[in-house]
């Protein structure tokens, strides 16, 4: 069983188009993540979300908003993509400690290319 | 600067070596986490430690809070062992932050 699952896996799409990539777990964690791994394999993370409080990081433009329709999904929109929005998005998932936290479970990542 | 550096940042190894990957973190933590990233692949999850060490098969992750370290090891390393190995540090319990990886690329 696949504990956090994201598809499309590979997305090609054309400037200005709008996309969204869907992400979701089985592990019943609380706090969801996207990350951006970029072409140096540098992994940044983009939000964190749990159904209380969604963490955005200050770099990531407006035009990237995250949807959580419930606990078990995090989905992530991309509108008016560019160029530089080329990477490898990774979605996780663990049980959120504020004191101790727990492992964090991988999606298989999200290839996606604008051209 | 990054707050978490790792050493090297690629590494070649016959194979047989023993691997030591090195990370260093500039930034109270409550865990460290090391990964694995295979060519084109996901991200797997090795080891979740906050002091000490932990074995895994070939694997042994060990961490030093004081001097704001961990090592990763690989005995008796194999082709298959070929990824990347990302450090990470949660600083609290829904934060991360990550290496910059380290390429290992073992040789038959």
């Known amino acids: 069983d696949t504990a956090v699952s994201q598809t499309p896996k590979y997305l090609v799409t054309q400037m200005g188009n709008d996309k969204s990539i869907k992400c979701e777990q089985n592990?019943?964690?609380?706090?969801m993540y996207w990350y951006k791994q970029d072409s140096k394999k540098f992994l940044k993370i983009m939000f964190s979300?749990?159904?209380?409080?969604?963490?955005i990081n200050e770099t990531v433009p407006n035009r990237f908003s995250p949807k959580s329709p419930d606990k078990a999904h995090l989905n992530l929109h991309i509108n008016s993509l560019e160029l530089g929005d080329s990477a490898v998005y990774f979605c996780?998932?663990?049980?959120?400690?504020?004191?101790?936290?727990?492992?964090?479970?991988f999606g298989q990542g999200t290839r996606l290319t604008v051209v | 600067k990054n707050e978490v550096e790792q050493s090297p940042q690629n590494l070649t190894a016959q194979e047989g070596e023993f691997i030591t990957i090195n990370c260093s973190y500039s930034?109270?933590?409550?865990?460290l986490h090391w990964l694995q990233q295979h060519p084109g692949g996901g991200i797997v999850s090795l080891f979740m430690?906050?002091?000490g060490k932990k074995k895994h098969g070939r694997l042994i992750a060990t961490i030093n809070i004081q001097e704001k370290h961990s090592s990763l090891h690989i005995t008796a390393s194999h082709p298959r062992d070929s990824a990347v190995y990302i450090c990470?540090?949660?600083?609290?319990?829904?934060?991360?932050?990550f290496g910059t990886g380290t390429s290992l690329t073992v040789i038959p």
């Open positions: 990470a540090v949660s600083p609290t319990g829904n934060q991360f932050y």
């Open positions: 430690l906050s002091s």
């Open positions: 979300y749990n159904n209380k409080e969604l963490i």
């Open positions: 930034v109270g933590i409550s865990a």
């Open positions: 592990l019943g964690h609380d706090t």
């Open positions: 996780a998932s663990s049980l959120r400690g504020s004191v101790a936290p727990t492992e964090a479970f």
